[in-house]
């Protein structure tokens, strides 16, 4: 089955720009969405369609992806940013959804 | 606004059958849009379990499929969810959302569903 492939972990210090990628074979042909999932609570999303950021996310939030990897970057990583970011995309039927495995982010 | 709120039992026995239902609040479940249920085992990733268009039409995560049945009541606003022979490893935090992928999406708060004897 179809997968889409995120580092475990990614830390960066307060105000410094952190990059969580996504690898998967489909990412060419299909988009990424990206959702933010704080201890306890349920996912939010934070971009949507490659590079799309939703009302109220701010802007330090970006997307990006070239070939078979989709980039999420948060540019001055705020503490409150501290979550776990997941990846999601379809196969390339469109038919079938997949998360990434899930990247905590650290900031401190 | 729209709402979603998961309900069903909080135990399962094994090789039982999970059943949830999804309420829909603050709009129609017959509006052009994919509803969805999504797991989380306890400290882990979140899975797409599969959708349902208000016409019926499903989509299943291929891993699930032989077990998963998805399904929508029109009359009472909401979707359900059916998966059978469950194990422990069926043990997660179960969400009902409506369209994940979109900015215009909503989720539920979640409901967690313990499989043991």
């Not at chain 1, 990412?27 to 934070?46: E, F």
């Not at chain 2, 849009?33 to 306890?42: D, E, G, K, L, M």
């Not at chain 2, 599969?50 to 399904?71: F, Q």
Request: hydrophobic share 30%; charged share 15%; with cysteine.
């Amino acid at each position: 089955s179809y997968e889409l492939t995120q580092p475990p972990s990614v830390s960066v210090s307060p105000g410094q720009t952190a990059r969580i990628t996504c690898s998967g074979d489909a990412l060419p042909k299909k988009y990424p969405y990206w959702y933010q999932q704080k201890s306890g609570q349920a996912p939010v999303l934070v971009i949507y369609e490659d590079s799309k950021r939703p009302s109220g996310i701010p802007e330090r939030f970006s997307g990006s992806s070239s070939g078979t990897m989709a980039t999420l970057t948060i540019s001055g990583a705020q503490v409150e940013d501290e979550a776990d970011y997941y990846c999601y995309s379809t196969d390339s039927s469109g038919n079938h959804w997949v998360f990434g495995g899930g990247t905590k982010l650290t900031v401190l | 606004q729209v709402q979603l709120q998961e309900s069903g039992p909080g135990l399962v026995k094994p090789s039982g059958t999970l059943s949830l239902t999804c309420a829909v609040s603050g709009g129609s479940i017959s509006s052009s849009n994919w509803w969805s249920w999504v797991r989380q085992p306890p400290g882990k990733g979140l899975e797409w379990i599969g959708e349902i268009y208000h016409s019926g039409s499903t989509n299943y995560n291929p891993s699930l499929k032989s077990r998963v049945t998805i399904s929508v009541d029109k009359s009472k606003n909401q979707f359900s969810l059916k998966l059978s022979s469950v194990t422990a490893a069926d043990t997660a935090v179960y969400y009902c959302a409506k369209e994940i992928a979109a900015p215009s999406g909503y989720w539920g708060q979640g409901t967690l569903v313990t499989v043991s004897s």
